[in-house]
């Protein structure tokens, strides 16, 4: 098969190319890469250091040996957990029953009975087995229409309460 004219010039300028680019991509690959730092020039527009470094912020003056607990439990550790602190006796005491309410109870089968609490921190409420926590007071008993919780020493009853209802307008009879 013979090539035209046109074309055969065509495929050399391409081999030539593929040549030239090769021999081009070795040179750069054997040839070393500096990259010592440049010291900047120095000129009147370089900015003054101030003489003595005061501390420019509140953590500034204070020691190394406060954050060891932070440099102890670096920030993007997976492994990485909240420290656990056991709520102090005036928290546990401030919980107040005013904030809980009692929206439900079920008793099913074989299952321990549950209740479902509400309060301000959790509006949507959750469900609680006896013997279970909500928010510092312990599910002690749960009763058809109440629920008996205890926090500490204090015990409380708090009753099941029903939506009010509008009256009912009188019906008129048909005619």
Do not use: Y
Not at 36 to 65: G, I, W, Y
Not at 83 to 97: D, L, M, Y
């Amino acid at each position: 098969m013979r090539l035209r004219r046109g074309t055969r010039l065509g495929v050399g300028a391409l081999t030539g190319a593929v040549v030239l680019l090769g021999l081009l991509s070795l040179h750069l690959w054997r040839t070393p890469v500096d990259i010592s730092p440049v010291t900047p020039p120095s000129s009147k527009a370089e900015v003054a250091r101030p003489a003595s470094a005061e501390p420019t912020t509140a953590l500034d003056k204070k020691t190394a040996e406060l954050f060891q607990e932070t440099v102890a439990r670096p920030l993007f550790n997976p492994n990485r957990r909240p420290v656990e602190r056991k709520e102090s006796a005036a928290v546990q005491a401030k919980a107040e029953t005013s904030d809980l309410r009692l929206v439900g109870v079920m008793k099913v089968g074989k299952e321990p009975p549950r209740a479902l609490l509400r309060s301000a921190s959790e509006p949507t409420g959750k469900w609680i087995a006896e013997g279970g926590e909500f928010n510092g007071w312990k599910l002690r008993k749960v009763n058809d229409r109440s629920v008996v919780v205890q926090s500490g020493a204090r015990s409380q009853e708090l009753q099941l309460t029903l939506p009010r209802r509008p009256p009912e307008e009188p019906t008129t009879p048909k005619q």
